[in-house]
């Protein structure tokens, strides 16, 4: 009964809490604590060792909930592939508190037409070039508390978390941009904010993780995360008036809050082998809690059903969830609704979305 309730928890804490894909998405703010169920029957404390890997191809262009697909067709689409390898160390301190740092590395690339082509704001080449980014991502550090004595609430319980996430990743990283220079020359300038290693905030993170036990084989989990970024744009430059005199209040990065929802079914197939189902939530909200929401971001949000399966051998566990996309909405942002009442016409951007991730990883307890 032990190994069933320790692995419940494990299942949905597993998945990186790493939020949306695509251009709605900054980065990775960090790996998931990590943790295991609260031992009733241990006061001793421990350490936890997790490395956490995602993958996703973003593609598909949606403004609001609708695809573009012409742009598929035309061959105008903007790819992302973006890799993250999150580092995650926990100090479990008693069956009740544990502590948590994590540490993104993060590689990322970008092709697109439109962001390489551009003389004075006319295209003259239709040719696809790509930029790239790679290092270290905004490390996290964060505090857990299970609200209930493990010791008297063995079916079910709530973990509330509390941390920082830290401006450690590089937020003006740069690659060249070809035939936007003089002459159809090269220059270096910042990539997209989408695959920017850092958003140059000092952010602060909220989590809620419950489970509970229906049956020995059967049980629910539920996770909330929010990050909340005060900040509201870091000064680095977009070049996205250079596409159009119309985005001049577009030509900073916005610093936006990222948000993530998950709850589920876990059900154990064999000792030690344990599969879940459930819904996902994460996205950029349009507006933060904290702070101004203005300059440059592509908020938006995406639902995704979530499998995954779960091994665990003595103090090891391997994992693996496929978030699988179904709704992907890019929402209007601060800057669109501007440009709303300015022009007197409705306007919304579009981002790309990917259709699933894959994510990976091994938890060690020693």
């Given amino acids: 009964m032990k190994t069933i309730y320790i692995l419940l928890g494990f299942m949905f804490f597993v998945s990186a809490k790493v939020l949306a894909q695509g251009c709605v998405a900054i980065k990775s703010t960090g790996g998931s604590c990590m943790m295991d169920h609260p031992d009733s029957n241990s006061h001793e404390s421990a350490w936890a060792f997790s490395a956490t890997s995602r993958y996703f191809k973003s593609f598909r262009h949606f403004k609001g909930k609708d695809e573009q697909e012409e742009r598929l067709v035309q061959g105008t689409e903007v790819i992302n592939h973006q890799y993250s390898l999150d580092l995650a160390l926990v100090r ?19 092709s697109s037409l439109y962001e390489h082509g551009l003389v004075n704001g006319a295209y003259i080449k239709q040719e696809r070039r790509s930029t790239s980014s790679s290092g270290l991502g905004d490390i996290r550090i964060a505090a857990y508390r299970w609200l209930f004595n493990p010791a008297k609430y063995t079916k079910g319980n709530i973990q509330l978390g509390l941390g920082l996430k830290l401006p450690t990743g590089d937020y003006d990283y740069k690659d060249y941009w070809y035939n936007v220079g003089p002459n159809g020359t090269k220059e270096l300038r910042t990539v997209d904010q989408s695959i920017q290693l850092g958003d140059g905030g000092t952010g602060i993170t909220a989590e809620l993780n419950a489970f509970y036990n229906i049956f020995h084989k059967i049980g629910v989990y539920g996770d909330f995360y929010y990050l909340s970024n005060p ?12 596409l159009s005199p119309t985005l001049g209040n577009e030509a900073i990065m916005s610093v936006p809050d990222q948000y993530m929802v998950r709850a589920g079914a876990n059900y154990s197939i064999l000792p030690g082998l344990i599969a879940s189902a459930g819904l996902r939530l994460e996205g950029i909200p349009v507006y933060d809690l904290i702070g101004g929401s203005g300059d440059f971001r592509r908020p938006g949000y995406i639902w995704s059903v979530e499998p995954a399966l779960n091994y665990q051998k003595n103090k090891v566990n391997l994992f693996v969830t496929v978030p699988v996309a179904f709704v992907r909405n890019r929402t209007q942002s601060v800057t669109d609704k501007e440009n709303t009442a300015t022009s007197g016409r ?8 990917a259709d699933y991730s894959i994510n990976a990883g091994i938890s060690v307890k020693f």
């Fill in 92 to 110: 479990i301190i008693n069956n009740r508190w544990s502590v948590m740092i994590d540490l993104p590395l993060l590689y990322n690339t970008r």
């Fill in 346 to 353: 409705f306007v919304q951007g579009d981002a790309a979305f």
């Fill in 231 to 242: 900040r509201e744009q870091n000064g680095v430059r977009t070049y996205r008036e250079t």
